[in-house]
């Protein structure tokens, strides 16, 4: 069974830019959360989708949004990109629903710089 | 944003030594999850747990539920080199989400 898969694996952009980023879940997987990890403050939750919809959102600007495919399939994107969004961007695939929920899987992670 | 506690930050052991640590909470979990991430790769999970006492093991891994429900534990016995990493804990609150709160992280060396 294919793991989960983010492309492109690294990034690198320029401040006031905007940037999309790609994951594949594992097939029969119906959620997708993403995660910022920095340095500093770790691994932070930045929202989770599941059957095409929002379902749970972390404390990040709105610059930072995502979307879910009909395939399960999800896309991130952060627009006005700042010094600050450098970071190791991480999606991670789960069954979704009830004891299967919390057992997430992790893709490798875009690398963004922002220069 | 909000971490767990979790110590130590870094540890750096002999092989063949056993390794521990510990990951605490000021709020109460349902779950909690133990991962490793390895340079420049996603974290993968290790171990999960379900109930306040529980006791998973996993190879050399042994991973504890709390009793208070609000820390757990992750033994590593007898390390070898292919241990070296970061290691996760992550806490998991109630109903069907993909949010898990996770700890800063304790960096395994381990010498040959």
């Known amino acids: 069974k294919a793991g989960v898969t983010q492309t492109p694996r690294y990034l690198i952009k320029t401040r006031g830019q905007q940037v999309t980023l790609s994951c594949s879940p594992i097939s029969g997987h119906r959620s997708v959360s993403w995660y910022q990890q920095t340095p500093g403050q770790g691994l932070q939750f930045l929202f989770e989708y599941f059957s095409e919809t929002q379902r749970n959102k972390g404390n990040f600007p709105g610059r930072f949004s995502g979307r879910q495919f009909s395939n399960s399939r999800s896309e991130m994107n952060v627009s006005t990109l700042e ?25 490798s992670g875009t690398q963004l710089s922002v220069l | 944003g909000q971490q767990l506690n979790q110590n130590p930050q870094s540890m750096f052991i002999q092989e063949g030594e056993d390794v521990s640590m510990n990951c605490t909470s000021s709020s109460i979990f349902n779950t909690w999850l ?31 539920f709390g009793i208070t429900r609000k820390d757990s534990f992750l033994n590593i016995s007898a390390s070898i080199p292919s241990d070296v990493g970061i290691y996760f804990c992550a806490g998991h609150g109630s109903g069907n989400t993909g949010k898990l709160i996770f700890g800063q992280g304790t960096t395994l060396q381990v010498k040959p």
């Open chain 2, 34 to 64: 133990w991962y490793k991430q390895d340079p420049g790769e996603g974290p993968v999970l290790l171990i999960a747990l379900y109930k306040a006492g529980e006791l998973t093991s996993n190879g050399r891994l042994t991973a504890q």
């Open chain 1, 83 to 107: 010094l600050g969004d450098s970071a190791l961007y991480l999606c991670a695939s789960s069954r979704g629903l009830n004891r299967g929920s919390e057992k997430l899987f992790f893709g």
